[in-house]
């Protein structure tokens, strides 16, 4: 079965406030984690990456935390936008996949009200 | 434009139909994926290679056959389409750098009829 996630969960969000993004993830050999954005008719965008010897890592407006201890990620978002309205992924890449296989949550569709 | 692009971005055929998907990036990548996004949005991986090199291999139906003629192109043919076929299809690329990041294209929204 998928370790990542499950489901497409919807957050509802108003314009201005902060949002977070939760996914769980079960395989603790996971090294690698990456947020990714999926806007209505395009392709997965890349938006913010960390690795397992980091715990936080920021970006412009976007704040990733990993949780090891219980296999946790979660992306938080500062001053939501009605540009952030979209799907967000988290993938995980463990370092004996060969290839560099990244396994997919079921993704959360956040929605930004005006 | 640097990018990863796919053709056509919408593909409409009848079961029982062979049909092709192409795929380019010109990031100079090493490394190409095709994944397949279901209804719910779900994102699986389908096949990856490295260098022209097969090294991904999925649980996938033996009608998908990937070709990379060079490692600029991934392309994706499918035979005898079925209606479960329909879905979108998204190529994506990774450098053989420290990051494991994959950029993907625009996809590519098959419809079996």
């Known amino acids: 079965g998928e370790s990542v996630g499950l489901h497409l969960p919807t957050l509802s969000v108003q314009e201005g406030d902060n949002s977070i993004i939760n996914c769980a993830y079960s395989?603790?050999?996971?090294?690698?984690f990456i947020w990714y954005k999926q806007e209505s008719g395009k392709g997965p965008q890349f938006i913010i990456d960390?690795?397992?010897?980091?715990d936080k890592r920021q970006g412009q407006r976007v704040t990733v935390l990993l949780n090891k201890t219980v296999k946790h990620l979660s992306l938080q978002i500062a001053a939501t936008q009605p540009g952030d309205s979209a799907v967000y992924f988290c993938?995980?890449?463990?370092?004996?996949?060969?290839?560099?296989?990244?396994?997919f949550g079921g993704g959360t569709r956040v929605l930004v009200k005006p | 434009d640097t990018a990863v692009s796919q053709t056509p971005k919408y593909l409409v055929t009848q079961m029982g139909n062979d049909k092709s998907i192409k795929c380019e990036q010109n990031?100079?990548?090493?490394?190409m994926y095709w994944y397949k996004q279901d209804s719910k949005k779900f994102l699986k991986i389908m096949f990856s290679?490295?260098?022209?090199?097969?090294?991904i291999n999925e649980t996938v139906p033996n009608r998908f056959s990937p070709k990379s003629p060079d490692k600029a192109h991934l392309n994706l043919h499918i035979n005898s389409l079925e209606l479960g076929d329909s879905a979108v299809y998204f190529c994506?690329?990774?450098?053989?750098?420290?990051?494991?990041?994959?950029?993907f294209g625009p996809g590519t929204r098959l419809t079996v009829l």
């Open positions: 993938a995980e890449n463990s370092p004996k996949a060969a290839g560099n296989k990244l396994t």
């Open positions: 990031l100079g990548h090493d490394t």
């Open positions: 290679y490295n260098n022209k090199e097969l090294i």
């Open positions: 395989n603790s050999a996971s090294d690698y």
């Open positions: 994506a690329s990774r450098a053989l750098t420290s990051t494991d990041t994959q950029y």
């Open positions: 960390i690795r397992s010897n980091m």
